[in-house]
Nanobody
Framework: EVQLVESGGGLVQPGGSLRLSCAASGFSFSNYDMIWVRQAPGKGLEWVSGIGGGGGRTYYTDSVKGRFTGSGDNAKNTVYLQMNSLKPEDTAVYYC?????WGQGTQVTVSS
């Protein structure tokens, strides 16, 4: 069974940083693409980032390029999303998704 568990969200001031983690089980993330999506309050889902090849390939939506960095740890079967220079508009619930499975989501709130 594919399972994804996110962690690392929280409340941070504008300009701050957070690192989200997505621990995968039931498959090896190095063999599949994984994506991060987010849903801001009152808005639809937005694709944020993709990671493939165990972290060798990364993709980002324009609004986070240069601020967010995806990576992976094959030994831990975990992917990460390092988020720097956070803005209030980054406030959302962040989900990792792979093989049709979704994690439970982790709340990121950027506010002073």
């Amino acid at each position: 069974e594919v399972q994804l568990v996110e962690s690392g969200g929280g409340l941070v001031q504008p300009g701050g940083s957070l690192r989200l983690s997505c621990a995968a089980s039931g498959f090896s993330f190095s063999n599949y693409d994984m994506i991060w999506v987010r849903q801001a309050p009152g808005k639809g889902l937005e694709w944020v980032s993709g990671i493939g090849g165990g972290g060798g390939r990364t993709y980002y939506t324009d609004s986070v390029k240069g601020r967010f960095t995806g990576s992976g740890d094959n030994a831990k079967n975990t992917v990460y999303l390092q988020m720097n220079s956070l803005k209030p508009e980054d406030t959302a619930v962040y989900y990792c998704v792979a093989l049709g499975a979704w994690g439970q989501g982790t709340q990121v709130t950027v506010s002073s």
